[in-house]
T-cell receptor, first 113, second 111 residues
Framework: GAVVSQHPSWVICKSGTSVKIECRSL??????MFWYRQFPKQSLMLMAT?????????EQGVEKDKFLINHASLTLSTLTVTSAHPEDSSFYIC?????????FGPGTRLTVL | GENVEQHPSTLSVQEGDSAVIKCTYS??????FPWYKQELGKRPQLIID?????GEKKDQRIAVTLNKTAKHFSLHITETQPEDSAVYFC??????????FGKGTRLSVIA
């Protein structure tokens, strides 16, 4: 199956700083990537749909100015959490679509102190 | 938009018994229904999926059934083993649209 990587796998940062998470499709091109957030013991909630070469589509309640998404190439999408706060601490997972199946990255655990 | 309900939220079974998890969805346009297994701190892993042109699909101990009329689909795990213990999520989409996940079922297989 297709492989999706994410970097970093975990990050700890101070409140008020920004954190960038990368999502790469390693062996296929993905015009569409999805960003999910998962709080402890909860389900995956879609944050936004990242489209190569165009603006991301954000789900209701997700602040586009706080969660910046850039999908500059067919293999890379980045999510930047700006001015992170403790309530942003979560597990962030990306996925990429290939042949109508979604392949997930390994996730990034963000802890904001 | 799509809404997926999943039941039960927790399930405990004896090793060797069967486990059944059920999901319902709201959008009749959905045509892709995957099931994921997620272990603590790891990414969801696709274990089986079904598309709307099929009513049942089986892969060894795992099977999924789909009733499009009633808009529900179920995961069946037979001869459960301790390593089946994990959180299972159902999801629905129209194929190339974002997945909408159920809230998950924590399965515990007791040896």
């Amino acid at each position: 199956g297709a492989v999706v990587s994410q970097h970093p796998s975990w990050v700890i940062c101070k409140s008020g700083t920004s954190v960038k998470i990368e999502c790469r499709s390693l062996d296929f091109q993905a015009t569409t990537m999805f960003w999910y957030r998962q709080f402890p013991k909860q389900s995956l909630m879609l944050m936004a749909t990242s489209n190569e070469g165009s603006k991301a589509t954000y789900e209701q309640g997700v602040e586009k100015d706080k969660f910046l998404i850039n999908h500059a190439s067919l293999t890379l999408s980045t999510l930047t959490v700006t001015s992170a706060h403790p309530e942003d601490s979560s597990f962030y997972i990306c996925s990429a679509d290939s042949a109508d199946e979604q392949f997930f990255g390994p996730g990034t655990r963000l802890t904001v102190l | 938009g799509e809404n997926v309900e999943q039941h039960p939220s927790t399930l405990s079974v004896q090793e060797g018994d069967s486990a059944v998890i059920k999901c319902t969805y709201s959008d009749s346009a959905s045509n892709y229904f995957p099931w994921y297994k997620q272990e603590l701190g790891k990414r969801p892993q696709l274990i089986i999926d079904i598309r709307s042109n099929v009513g049942e699909k089986k892969d060894q101990r795992i099977a999924v059934t789909l009733n499009k009329t009633a808009k529900h689909f179920s995961l069946h795990i037979t001869e459960t083993q301790p390593e089946d213990s994990a959180v299972y999520f159902c999801a629905a989409s129209q194929g190339n649209t974002p997945l909408v996940f159920g809230k998950g079922t924590r399965l515990s297989v007791i040896a």
